[in-house]
């Protein structure tokens, strides 16, 4: 079965570091790709996503994600986090056009500062 | 202007009652889909809808329905609420074929 793993609960980061969010899926072939965010008591905001072309997609905020398909992954990275990145991020898949998104379960960002 | 609008924002419920909640996207979209959050589980897909269609249902229960009145319409309907109906549903829609989905703000329901 189609699956979105994203094998970090929660990650700790400081407030200027780098950070790596880390997401892998199963399909064989090349799926539709995003990458949400959501912040307290809010709805889930679309940061970025990949549907062909360049492997690395720029979102809003500085982040982008890089596909990798021999690794199955679309990590999201930002160059330097700020304490407003506090939130859940949620990988998605859309492996075949579907109307079902196959969602991860989501990692929550904590900023230290 | 907010382009997907959720009503009521809250709702507090008694167990064994009957509530709806209201979804209208204002994004031209053709296809709405309802989504639930819960602890237990971080975001759980229930229904998708395309021209007004059901195209997937992942509700086990016949007790969560949903109704679309409009093209831009996507109520959901559910009766007999229990304790465990308690999260927040979140409606959301696409352009179709379906692409990148925006979500609205969001329905916490709580059943006492």
């Known amino acids: 079965a189609q699956s979105v793993t994203q094998p970090d609960a929660r990650v700790t980061v400081s407030e200027g570091a780098s950070l790596q969010l880390r997401c892998k899926y199963s399909?064989?072939?090349?799926?539709?790709l995003f990458w949400y965010v959501q912040y307290p008591r809010q709805g889930l905001q679309l940061l970025l996503k990949?549907?062909?072309?360049d492997p690395v997609v720029q979102g809003v905020n500085g982040f982008e994600a890089e596909f990798i398909k021999s690794n199955s992954s679309f990590h999201l990275r930002k160059a330097s986090v700020h304490w407003s990145d506090s939130a859940v991020y949620f990988c998605?898949?859309?492996?075949?056009?579907?109307?079902?998104?196959?969602w991860g379960s989501g990692t929550k960002l904590i900023i230290k500062p | 202007d907010p382009k997907i609008i959720q009503k009521p924002k809250y709702l507090v419920a008694v167990t064994g009652s009957e509530k709806i909640l209201i979804c209208e996207q204002y994004?031209?979209?053709?296809?709405m889909y309802w989504y639930r959050q819960s602890a237990k589980k971080p975001l759980e897909f229930m229904f998708s809808?395309?021209?007004?269609?059901?195209?997937d249902n992942q509700t086990a229960s016949s007790r969560f329905q949903p109704q679309s009145s409009k093209k831009n319409h996507l109520d959901l309907q559910i009766t007999a609420l229990k304790p465990d109906d308690s999260a927040t549903y979140f409606c959301?829609?696409?352009?179709?074929?379906?692409?990148?989905?925006?979500f609205g703000p969001g329905t916490r329901l709580t059943v006492l």
């Open positions: 994004l031209g979209h053709n296809a």
């Open positions: 990949y549907y062909s072309g």
């Open positions: 809808y395309s021209y007004q269609k059901l195209m």
């Open positions: 998605a898949v859309n492996p075949d056009s579907n109307y079902q998104l196959i």
């Open positions: 959301a829609s696409s352009q179709d074929p379906p692409y990148e989905q925006y």
């Open positions: 399909y064989s072939g090349t799926p539709y």
